[in-house]
């Protein structure tokens, strides 16, 4: 079956940095996506990866390791704004994306 | 651009009623989704669509249809709902040959199911 890993819920402190990590196991792989969803709306595009390594945009950056089926998305200088879910997605050999449950960050002042 | 939209925004039906949620876009995207959202459970697609006229099921698709009339729209029907259809239901978009770019997502319709 497919399958994809992620901490349910984690907690941070404004300006500081922070690391969500995934994990996969899919029928194929065509790459990996990470979204961001504020509570109450739609999840919105961060980053994509489907070679192995660091994609840097701005306060986040995101890593994969084909491998060891593995990502992370890191966020740093934490602002309160952050506090959301961050989904991980990956588009499988038929080209749809099978989505993590979500991790929840809590940003504390 | 208004990007993609749904309607309606909340909805409360009791069971063995039917709706339609409808989904436009006007990002002129040939590729729509409708998932559904379900606490502490990923995103599931139910139908999707690579083009008008033409739809496919997706990994939860019973109990629901859809028909892509027009190349904006996307429909998703629920023709007896059931409780276990409550849940937060998302339109997406994507433009054709770009399936590695992100998916435009609209802002959700509530649904509960008494």
């Known amino acids: 079956g497919q399958n994809i890993d992620q901490p349910t819920e984690m907690t941070a402190t404004e300006g500081a940095i922070v690391q969500i990590n995934c994990t996969y196991q899919?029928?194929?792989?065509?790459?990996l996506f990470w979204y961001q969803q504020h509570a109450g709306e739609a999840p919105t595009f961060l980053s994509y990866?489907?070679l192995d390594g660091l994609e840097e945009k701005g306060r986040f950056s995101s890593f994969l390791s084909r491998s060891k089926g593995y990502s992370y998305l890191l966020l740093k200088e934490l602002q309160m704004k952050d506090s959301a879910s961050y989904l991980c997605?990956?588009?499988?050999?038929?080209?749809?994306?099978?989505w993590g449950a979500g991790t929840k960050l809590i940003i504390k002042p | 651009n208004a990007g993609v939209t749904q309607t309606p925004k909340f909805r409360v039906l009791k069971t063995g009623q039917s709706m339609t949620l409808l989904c436009a876009q006007d990002?002129?995207?040939?590729?729509m989704y409708w998932y559904r959202q379900d606490p502490g459970m990923g995103l599931r697609l139910i139908h999707y669509?690579?083009?008008?006229?033409?739809?496919a099921k997706g990994e939860v698709p019973d109990g629901y249809n859809v028909s892509r009339l027009k190349k904006q729209n996307f429909l998703l029907g629920l023709e007896s709902a059931a409780p276990s259809q409550t849940s937060v239901y998302f339109c997406?978009?994507?433009?054709?040959?770009?399936?590695?770019?992100?998916?435009?997502f609209g802002p959700g319709t509530r649904l509960t199911v008494l």
């Open positions: 997406a978009s994507t433009h054709e040959g770009d399936l590695y770019n992100e998916q435009f």
């Open positions: 990002m002129n995207h040939e590729y």
């Open positions: 669509s690579v083009g008008e006229g033409t739809t």
């Open positions: 899919t029928s194929g792989f065509n790459g």
């Open positions: 990866n489907v």
């Open positions: 997605a990956v588009l499988d050999s038929n080209y749809q994306l099978i």
